[in-house]
């Protein structure tokens, strides 16, 4: 029962990164004011504002594919899902913190919620071990 919970904890978690999906590419906004990812430290200033969002879109839809995926592999008990959480949520992690404006106000909402449950994946994955295989 935990593993299934597990699972669909891990697609839901994917899924909304499609969420940041529609904020990076302006279907929609998360939050009235957030112009997530403009003013990224990282690529901003490099790539300008709008290769930018396109970068974002394609990483975040990137992740939510491999959560996803990942969490299927769990559902359905396929030794595989390990590496593909793990290397899921080390690059969820990344994208947040490259695509951080160096901003604390509205931090919630660019992504500091999910940096925190990327950690907490790869702690009880990697650390803990948990769910056993």
Known sequence: MLQFIFGVFIMLHGLV????????????????????????????????????????????????????????????????????IVTSAAFSAALYIMFWDGKVQMLDAKGGIGLLIDLAILIVVLVLQWPLP
């Open 17 to 84: 990164h499609l969420l940041y999906f529609g904020q990076s590419a302006r279907r929609f906004e998360l939050r009235p004011g957030l112009i997530w990812p403009d003013g990224s430290w990282a690529f901003s200033k490099l790539l300008g504002e709008k290769a930018t969002r396109a970068l974002a879109s394609i990483a975040c839809a990137l992740a939510a594919v491999g959560f996803v995926v990942g969490g299927v592999g769990i559902l359905v008990s396929q030794a595989w899902w390990r590496p593909v």
